[in-house]
């Protein structure tokens, strides 16, 4: 496995990300209360990120409603803890399974009666916006009042409850965006990764070769649906309050994908990056805006918009690829693999 993992990785790689991991596990020791929320925030994204990146990044199946997933990981996970006092860890074969089986279903109905492109897209949402109808209305998960996680201290960290201070839920985060990081790097160098890149670059060119396209497509969709949820767990735990308006919403699926989009569709590293550079500079741009006493609504969401449009114009494959070929990691110099 290990061998897998670094195989075609250039060693000036590695080295660079082993450093980022180190400066990423003593930054909390570094940092003030604010930066160490920003960059849970930016990590958040980074996991939720890769995980919709198996579905469109390396399957090429275009989801805008993968809020649903977050939604249904969250409020599976936080009312089984409220109602009945479960660990998250206890809920999470569960959450997985809900998450999963939606997934599975959007899939069966859409692969099975050729919806694709766009269309795939708009049903995505259309799912999404049904399960914020419906938990707007389900009374047993707090409906339209919300759900709020009992939260006894901050100071006392409990990882089996995940109830405590935000630097322990930075290091879950981050604990979670590694492993992200080496199951898709695993996923990459399988059969199936193969696979779904061959069926994002030419659908009808992988059947006509023997793939079982709606096989590896219905993979991909419920993997990632699967993974998503579990973010939707740290944020149930992390806010500890949970609004249909507020996790089911188109918007909070544009926020999960413009990571990848911005850093680069069906890379490694590019929902990482695209965090980095769309939560952080965000968020920068929050804080001058307080610091010079400028409220003006809207601003971060106009801001992810010109982000969006200067990549798509100047940089159509994602800032990773260029970073990538700056600081000498690009297969075409170093004749290793892609990353």
């Not at 209360?33 to 919709?52: E, K, N, P, R, S």
């Not at 709020?148 to 201070?165: E, H, I, K, M």
């Not at 399988?190 to 994002?200: D, E, L, N, P, V």
């Not at 609004?243 to 590019?270: A, D, K, N």
Request: with cysteine; net charge positive.
């Amino acid at each position: 496995m290990i061998a897998t993992l670094v195989a075609d990785v250039p060693r000036r790689g590695l080295v660079l990300l082993l450093l980022l991991l180190a400066a990423l596990v003593a930054a909390p020791l570094l940092v003030n209360d604010y930066l160490l929320t920003v960059l849970i925030l930016i990590l958040y994204f980074a996991y939720a990120g890769q995980a919709w990146n198996i579905m469109m990044g390396f399957a090429g199946q275009l989801s805008l409603g993968h809020a649903l997933y977050v939604g249904l990981g969250a409020y599976t996970a936080a009312a089984l803890f409220f109602h009945f006092g479960l660990s998250p860890w206890i809920s999470l074969p569960l959450a997985l399974a809900v998450s999963g089986l939606v997934g599975a279903i959007m899939g069966l109905l859409a692969f099975r009666f050729g919806v694709a492109g766009v269309y795939f897209a708009i049903l995505t949402i259309a799912v999404a916006e049904f399960a914020r109808i419906g938990f707007d209305h389900w009374s047993w998960v707090g409906g339209s009042a919300g759900l709020f996680v009992p939260v006894a201290n901050y100071t006392q960290n409990d990882l089996w409850t995940l109830r405590g201070s935000p630097r322990m839920f930075y290091y879950v985060i981050l604990a979670l965006t590694v492993l992200a990081l080496l199951v898709c790097r695993l996923l990459l160098k399988s059969r199936a990764g193969y696979y779904w890149q061959a069926i994002r670059e030419d659908e009808d060119a992988a059947r006509a070769l023997g793939v079982n396209t709606f096989r590896y497509k219905m993979y991909a969709v419920v993997l990632s649906a699967a993974m998503t949820s579990l973010a939707g767990i740290f944020f149930a735990f992390y806010y500890n309050n949970l609004f249909p308006e507020q996790v089911f919403t188109i918007g909070r699926s544009i926020e999960l994908i413009l990571g990848p989009i911005i850093g680069g569709l069906g890379t490694l590293i590019g929902p990482i990056v695209g965090a980095f550079l769309i939560t952080g500079l965000a968020e920068a741009l929050h804080e001058a805006m307080l610091r010079i006493g400028i409220d003006v609504p809207g601003a971060k969401q106009v801001f992810y918009g010109v982000c969006l449009l200067v990549v798509v114009m100047a940089l159509p494959h994602g800032v990773w690829p260029p970073l990538r070929r700056l600081l000498g990691l690009d297969p075409k110099t170093s004749g290793k693999g892609k990353a």
